[in-house]
């Protein structure tokens, strides 16, 4: 299993950047795919999920209406486009497989680092 995060960066307030996440080695259509973030001293916290095929999305409160994911199917990627992005944004992002029906199997990315200042 492996996974290939990209996008990542330093951006200023209100600006966007696009996470994208290529997975292989597993069958990507049957697992959920989740985006996590990790900001210093915090807690790892869930930013926004996708179904296996993209019929549902889940995103936190802290980031409706300006966050959005995708996953292409046929690419093994998903995505996570980042809009009027926050200095309180600033964490390392990673994606994250969930399998659709075996409990507890699920697969972890290498994170990419997100910085949001001017």
């Known amino acids: 299993v492996q996974f290939v995060e990209s996008g990542g960066g330093l951006v200023q307030p209100g600006g966007s950047l696009r996470l994208s996440c290529a997975a292989s080695?597993?069958?990507?259509?049957?697992?959920?795919m989740r985006w996590y973030r990790q900001a210093p001293g915090k807690e790892r916290e869930l930013v926004a999920g996708?179904?296996?095929?993209?019929?549902?999305?889940y995103y936190a409160d802290s980031v409706k209406g300006r966050f959005s994911i995708s996953r292409d199917n046929a690419k093994n990627t998903v995505y996570l486009q980042m809009n009027s992005l926050k200095p309180e944004d600033t964490a390392v992002y990673y994606c994250?497989?969930?399998?659709?029906?075996?409990?507890?199997?699920?697969?972890w990315g290498q994170g990419t680092q997100v910085t949001v200042s001017s």
């Open positions: 994250n497989a969930v399998h659709i029906t075996v409990v507890g199997l699920d697969y």
């Open positions: 080695g597993f069958s990507f259509n049957h697992y959920r």
């Open positions: 996708i179904s296996n095929y993209g019929v549902s999305m």
